[in-house]
T-cell receptor, first 114, second 117 residues
Framework: AQSVTQPDIHITVSEGASLELRCNYS??????LFWYVQSPGQGLQLLLKYFSGDTLVQGIKGFEAEFKRSQSSFNLRKPSVHWSDAAEYFC????????????FGTGTRLLVSP | DTEVTQTPKHLVMGMTNKKSLKCEQH?????MYWYKQKAKKPPELMFVYSYEKLSINESVPSRFSPECPNSSLLNLHLHALQPEDSALYLC????????????????FGQGTRLTVV
């Protein structure tokens, strides 16, 4: 069965500093991978996705993520964090064959300090 | 237009009430979803509609009753809920059921914050 692990429950980053949020997955083949962001009490917004091809994917709001098959990882990065980036971040996976629902990680809450 | 619209944004209901949550999308998507999200948890899938037919029910109690009147609308009818059903209810849509076609990501609405008293 496929699963997604986000090992960090909370991360605090100073405004202007770089950010990396970790995501590891378990799946027998190459899955489709997503990062979503959720502000308090709001819905989920898709930041970026990986299906195939270039392993470094660019998303909205200056985010990028790198797919590393050897490490089963899909970490999210941003070179300079803004206070408005404070939110909950979810990594998600779906299989690349047949119907399958999105499998979410438990989320990482990002706090941005002045 | 890449928007999924949910109404109402907030809902407070008693345990004997009947209420409905509504979801609308105009992206031509043929798959629509209801998710339930408790505080500090990831969303959990409840129902999937594909081409206006219910294709997945994740063993959801019958006090939750989904309905898909047409390809743009999705309702969730609520009856005799319990306080533990209080949560954020999220609607999502995608071009097709996730996995049946490539490159089909889900777009989420802003959610309805439901409180059962």
């Amino acid at each position: 069965a496929q699963s997604v692990t986000q090992p960090d429950i909370h991360i605090t980053v100073s405004e202007g500093a770089s950010l990396e949020l970790r995501c590891n997955y378990s799946y027998g083949a190459t899955p489709y991978l997503f990062w979503y962001v959720q502000s308090p009490g709001q819905g989920l917004q898709l930041l970026l996705k990986y299906f195939s091809g270039d392993t470094l994917v660019q998303g909205i709001k200056g985010f990028e993520a790198e797919f590393k098959r050897s490490q089963s990882s899909f970490n999210l990065r941003k070179p300079s964090v803004h206070w408005s980036d404070a939110a909950e971040y979810f990594c998600a996976l779906k299989r690349n064959t047949g119907f399958q629902k999105l499998v979410f990680g438990t989320g990482t809450r990002l706090l941005v300090s002045p | 237009d890449t928007e999924v619209t949910q109404t109402p944004k907030h809902l407070v209901m008693g345990m004997t009430n009947k209420k409905s949550l509504k979801c609308e999308q105009h992206m031509g998507h043929r798959a629509m979803y209801w998710y339930k999200q408790k505080a500090k948890k990831p969303p959990e899938l409840m129902f999937v509609y594909s081409y206006e037919k219910l294709s997945i029910n994740e063993s959801v109690p019958s006090r939750f009753s989904p309905e898909c009147p047409n390809s743009s609308l999705l309702n969730l009818h609520l009856h005799a809920l319990q306080p533990e059903d209080s949560a954020l209810y999220l609607c999502a849509s995608s071009q097709d059921q996730l996995g049946r076609t490539m490159n089909t990501e889900a777009f989420f609405g802003q959610g309805t914050r439901l409180t059962v008293v």
